[in-house]
């Protein structure tokens, strides 16, 4: 559609189709591929190569799987075709950017369509989807390659040093003895009664091979919590928009009522933030029955649900975030409009 300098016509076009979750459905399908591709191939072992070869020659798969997830965009062009619909799609919306002359106006619209989803990913969006794919596949190359026979196959003076990061750090039973930031205890749950039936209590656990590899993955996790989150609001913010985030966010609060029902919302999300976050980096044994039992490893994928929930609260206060600040500014301007006012 041919647009012209009039703004109904701009604002018309500016709500038409969203390519944003459009690419991101396509994307997604094609990581998922490569999941499956690495979730069949990484363990593969060579018999007359040792555990430590073994583990190099998977790493090597692993990195050249993350940089098939990196590029999903030619894949699509590669099973689409250069003329698919959506790269067709991507060019009508540049060649009507281009035909609005005023550079300024040009600029505010591309600037709300993009912030609208009515553009594809851009590159850092791309990138975050693949990070995530990656972590994930990560988890099956540290639990099939890195960990054989209940221990870590290669374990560097790095390696032990964030181990003993962890150890210097780790509370446990009685807790009330020894308040640390992590900790370490099995609770009742079918999960930790595995863990205790094969490996005793807590101290045998931590004192047994197998309990530096637990302790460096859960040292992994807290380290990676933050980019996990960063990659997934990076992906999740333009689709959190659409599916109707802002109807309860705070930005668009316009009465008492919306006030409230703001805050009631801030409850449930510091809520779920509060429990994810406090699971993520203090409970050192949360992911670890997972490392040995592949079964319990994809019934602990739920568990990651949490980063959504996170994500959620995350978009939910930054809009508390732009509510102050809007209403600081509006508040700040009608202070400097009087001050000049009593001037005159």
């Not at 709300?112 to 990913?121: E, R």
């Not at 750090?169 to 446990?172: G, Q």
């Given at each position: 559609m041919k647009i012209s300098s009039d703004n109904e016509s701009i604002q018309e076009w500016m709500t038409s189709d969203?390519?944003?979750?459009?690419?991101?459905?396509?994307?997604?399908l094609i990581c998922l591929f490569w999941f499956f591709v690495g979730l069949f191939s990484i363990g593969v072992r060579i018999p007359v190569f040792n555990d430590i070869q073994n583990l190099i020659l998977n790493s090597v798969w692993f990195l050249l799987l993350c940089v098939a997830l990196s590029v999903p965009k030619f894949w699509y062009r590669l099973i689409k075709g250069k003329n698919a619909y959506l790269f067709q799609a991507t060019d009508k919306v540049y060649e009507t950017l281009d035909s609005i002359e005023d550079v300024e106006q040009r600029e505010q619209v591309h600037k709300?369509?993009?912030?609208?989803?009515?553009?594809?990913?851009n590159r850092l969006e791309t990138l975050s989807l693949a990070f995530l794919f990656a972590f994930i596949l990560f988890d099956i190359l540290y639990t099939r390659c890195w960990i054989r026979e209940l221990s870590l196959v290669w374990q560097p003076d790095w390696v032990n040093a964030c181990i003993g990061w962890i150890h210097n750090?780790?509370?446990?039973p009685p807790t009330s003895e020894n308040r640390k930031f992590f900790n370490l205890y099995f609770s009742g749950n079918s999960a930790d009664t595995k863990l205790k039936q094969q490996f005793g209590d807590e101290w045998a656990f931590l004192a047994s091979p197998f309990g530096d590899a637990a302790m460096f993955y859960h040292f992994i996790r807290v380290v990676m919590f933050v980019p996990i989150l960063a990659a997934l609001s990076i992906v999740l913010w333009k689709p959190l928009k659409f599916m109707g985030m802002q109807q309860i966010e705070p930005r668009n609060i316009h009465s008492v009522m919306s006030f409230l029902r703001s805050c009631a919302w801030s409850l449930i999300f510091a809520f779920f933030m509060a429990i994810g976050t406090w699971g993520f980096l203090t409970n050192a044994n949360w992911f670890t029955l997972g490392l040995i039992d592949q079964g319990a490893w994809f019934h602990n994928l739920y568990i990651n649900g949490l980063y959504l929930f996170i994500v959620f609260g995350i978009r939910f206060f930054y809009g508390w975030f732009v509510f102050w600040k809007n209403n600081f500014l509006k508040f700040n301007n009608r202070y400097l409009k009087g001050m000049n006012n009593e001037q005159f």
């Open positions: 969203r390519l944003y979750e459009e690419y991101l459905f396509f994307y997604l709300q369509i993009t912030s609208n989803g009515k553009l594809p990913p750090n780790l509370a446990l």
